[in-house]
């Protein structure tokens, strides 16, 4: 039998969509195409209209195939069980139960819908094989707290839950011991990773003493997590890469307020410097959502300036969408849908100014670099701070650490020349 998966949304949703498909080959189903596939899956996403929408086509498009079995998973499923059900799905399941799709494969006799209710569950652990994969990632976080104003997650995905912390550091250590050189750890709200007493800092700090882990990244933090024992684990342990995802949001402190995060400009600046203090040359990217309920011109350019100001190497920008059932739903003063379009056209430009004024810095330097694919005598990667390398060079030196000198920049990559490898090929 073959399968084919369709995947929607976030990083943690492309992790759950690739541990299924590992069960899966690992039962021995073969992987099929759009075409040809038995069975499918749609992992569903529900953060915006666009992604409810292309959640809904995706389902459609698979229930008209000739199919043997669909099944729907995900943020949309979790949220609109009914909706889903209506459309003829053969297998209904949310945010629980995605390590357990061969049992409902093997079992199934009639249509069936298993939703839970995720405010008050334990963390389902799950593993990639990802042994074809240069950087490893590491689930170690499911759900939110937080509840900001314009966010459905903590609907979708439910209250806080983590990992057992044995269970992250022999994954871990197992992913190194197999060969990997960066692990990328992963949640909804990675940060606030927490084992009974034992915090996210305390899980650093166990991590980077993994012999042979070359790069540990974390892939979102918010800055009320960055404490003084993160910043510690910061300052002494190189193998935590000069890059962090940090989201801003907004730059306007009305409009945080509006959004209920916990923070205020000042705030984030004072922690930007504690962090350009023990890393000058950090990357620091960002997530900024714009024309938000009351976002006026004047609080627009606000953010404008604020994020010059925070001088971010890149911005992932969002337009607001309305999310049923969030409290910024209910919010007057919505902004149309032209000008969030206009505004979005602003920030794209500001983060092509930024991040190119970002590389520009590292012409002539020397870094590491992990190379991760090979196309026509080119080899592509990362380096640590994530400028995205193009370097001539041979294919064996795929996922192995060499130093490269940057010499020019080709927007989107940096031209690099190979200097040395520094670790020894497989
Ligand atoms: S921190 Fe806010 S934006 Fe992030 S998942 Fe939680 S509620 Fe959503």
Request: glycine share 4%.
């Amino acid at each position: 039998m073959k399968y084919y998966i369709i995947n929607l949304g976030c990083k943690v949703n492309a992790y759950e969509a690739k541990v299924m498909s590992d069960l899966l080959t690992n039962a021995g189903y073969l992987k099929g195409s759009i075409d040809d596939a038995d069975i499918y899956i749609v992992n569903t996403c529900f953060v915006t209209n666009v992604a409810e929408h292309k959640s809904l086509q995706m389902i459609r498009r698979v229930l008209n195939k000739n199919h043997k079995l669909v099944i729907v998973c995900g943020c949309l499923s979790q949220m609109k069980e009914a909706t889903v059900k209506d459309l003829g799905v053969d297998i209904i399941l949310g945010n629980k139960d995605k390590t357990k799709i061969i049992d409902y494969i093997n079992n199934y006799k009639q249509k069936i819908s298993k939703i839970y209710d995720l405010s008050n569950v334990d963390f389902e652990n799950m593993q990639l094989n990802n042994f074809d994969k240069t950087r490893a990632f590491v689930k170690i976080q499911d759900g939110c707290n937080n509840f900001c104003s314009y966010c459905i997650i903590p609907f979708t995905r439910g209250g806080l839950r983590s990992k057992k912390k044995e269970i992250v550091l022999k994954e871990i250590t197992s992913l190194v011991a197999y060969g990997h050189k960066e692990i990328v750890l992963t949640g909804i709200h990675t940060g606030s990773y927490t084992d009974l007493n034992y915090d996210f800092a305390d899980l650093l700090k166990d991590i980077v003493k993994i012999p042979n882990l070359k790069r540990l990244r974390i892939s979102s933090i918010e800055i009320t997590e960055i404490n003084d024992r993160v910043l510690d684990v910061i300052a002494n342990n190189d193998i935590l890469v000069d890059h962090m995802h940090i989201p801003l949001q907004s730059g306007s402190d009305t409009i945080l307020k509006l959004m209920n995060r916990k923070y205020d400009i000042n705030y984030f600046l004072n922690k930007i410097t504690q962090i350009r203090k023990i890393r000058p040359n950090i990357s620091i990217t960002t997530d900024v959502i714009v024309g938000f309920p009351h976002e006026t011109t004047e609080l627009f350019y606000e953010t404008i300036s604020n994020i010059k100001k925070i001088n971010f190497a890149k911005l992932h920008i969002f337009p607001y969408s309305i999310r049923e059932g969030t409290k910024a739903s209910m919010m007057d003063e919505q902004v149309s849908e032209t000008v969030k379009k206009e505004r979005v056209k602003i920030l794209l430009n500001l983060s092509k100014e930024l991040e190119i004024s970002y590389m520009q810095q590292f012409i002539g330097a020397t870094l590491d670099f992990i190379p991760e694919t090979y196309k026509d005598g080119y080899l592509f990667g990362h380096t640590g701070n994530y400028l995205s390398i193009k370097a001539k060079g041979d294919k064996k030196f795929i996922n192995q650490l060499v130093k490269i000198k940057i010499d020019e920049i080709i927007y989107p990559f940096c031209l690099s020349t190979i200097c040395q490898c520094i670790v020894d090929f497989k």
